[in-house]
């Protein structure tokens, strides 16, 4: 039988040792467990702190530069800088109320194109390719991305524009009344049809399709295969259970491809100051000849300023550059509010 050591209180009662230690070890104290941090791991944190931080340093000291070099012509044209539709360098008028709005159309265009071709792609990469060209197809996607800007802008002037205008005369004569955006006002001449936001738009939106491609596909192979497998148990085809599973998965993920693609459309600059003729005008008509972006004016611009026209350009640089942001801003936002987003984040 075991013994039990007792201890007197002072007051001759007598208490149970062995009681104590047991109810103190029954308590439920949590214990704080530590791992010791080595002063590798605090040098690898503190540089991947600083990379962090570095990014946004970055950016805040261009938005920084943009508003110091473009303060004397905002003081100068005040909001007639923001409604003004000419741009005379010898005059100092300056004005981006007509190409902020051809940069977007020019976006919007591009986008149109890009966005079905990219996740048609997207979706054959990721659900239908054989896994013995799947690399290989990702590989092309990635190398579009890497072809310079002038080489699309070249290959847009001298190949695609000269066998793209009796499909545009196509679209103007055959839709043009009943969409009025499609309609050309200058007559019926090849001249008419070249050199639009419309020819600009489907060279751009060869620049932005392994974007959107790329990161949808991403998004779609993270589809839960739990769930894939749950569709194909419940007689689902392999196309039923990509439009129920893997395209409401990766929603989120590809509006935030999208809205990528349409801040890197509308910063192209080459290209499309290659393709384009230049026009202070808003029309609103994409197959007609003219148009213009604040990139490209820019690019054009530049060799020809004054130091005042100089500001001119990097006030509206600023514009652009606080465009971009906000829209890559809203991407990230609905990428992390996505479902597919927080299971990327995980």
């Known amino acids: 039988m075991a013994d039990f050591v007792t201890a007197d209180d002072g007051q001759g009662t007598g208490l149970d040792a062995s009681s104590d230690a047991s109810s103190d070890a029954g308590e439920d104290r949590p214990r704080r467990i530590t791992a010791p941090v080595s002063a590798g791991d605090r040098l690898f944190r503190g540089l991947l702190r600083a990379a962090g931080l570095s990014v946004f340093a970055i950016m805040g000291l261009i938005a920084f530069f943009l508003l110091y070099r473009g303060l004397q012509a905002l003081r100068s044209s005040g909001w007639s800088f923001f409604t003004e539709q000419n741009w005379l360098t010898q005059a100092h008028v300056f004005g981006i109320a007509a190409v902020l709005p051809d940069g977007i159309i ?121 769930e894939r497998e749950g569709a194909y148990a419940l007689g689902s085809t392999r196309w039923g259970m990509v439009r129920k599973v893997v395209l409401p998965f990766g929603r989120g993920g590809v509006i935030g491809a999208v809205m990528l693609g349409f801040g890197r459309a509308m910063g192209e600059t080459i290209a499309v100051a290659l393709i384009i003729s230049p026009k202070f005008l808003v029309t609103g008509h994409i197959l007609e000849n003219g148009a213009n972006s604040i990139s490209a004016l820019i690019a054009l611009r ?45």
């Open 302 to 346: 530049f060799g020809e300023s004054d130091a005042l026209s100089l500001s001119a350009l990097m006030a509206a640089g600023l514009v652009l550059f606080l465009l971009t942001l906000l829209v890559n801003m809203v991407a990230s936002v609905v990428i992390g509010r996505s479902r597919s987003g927080a299971a990327t984040a995980d």
């Open 106 to 226: 020019i976006a919007l265009v591009a986008l149109a194109i890009a966005v079905p071709v990219a996740l048609t792609a997207a979706v054959f990469i990721s659900e239908y390719a054989p896994v013995r060209i799947r690399s290989a197809l990702m590989s092309l996607v990635d190398l579009m991305a890497a072809i310079p800007s002038i080489v699309y802008g070249l290959w847009g002037l001298f190949f695609l524009q000269p066998r793209i205008v009796g499909f545009v005369r196509w679209l103007t004569m055959h839709l043009g009344g009943a969409l009025p955006f499609l309609k050309v006002r200058t007559g019926d001449i090849d001249t008419s049809y070249t050199s639009s936001p419309f020819i600009a738009g489907t060279v751009v939106s060869l620049m932005i399709i392994p974007i959107i491609a790329s990161l949808s596909r991403e998004v779609f192979s993270q589809a839960p295969q739990g």
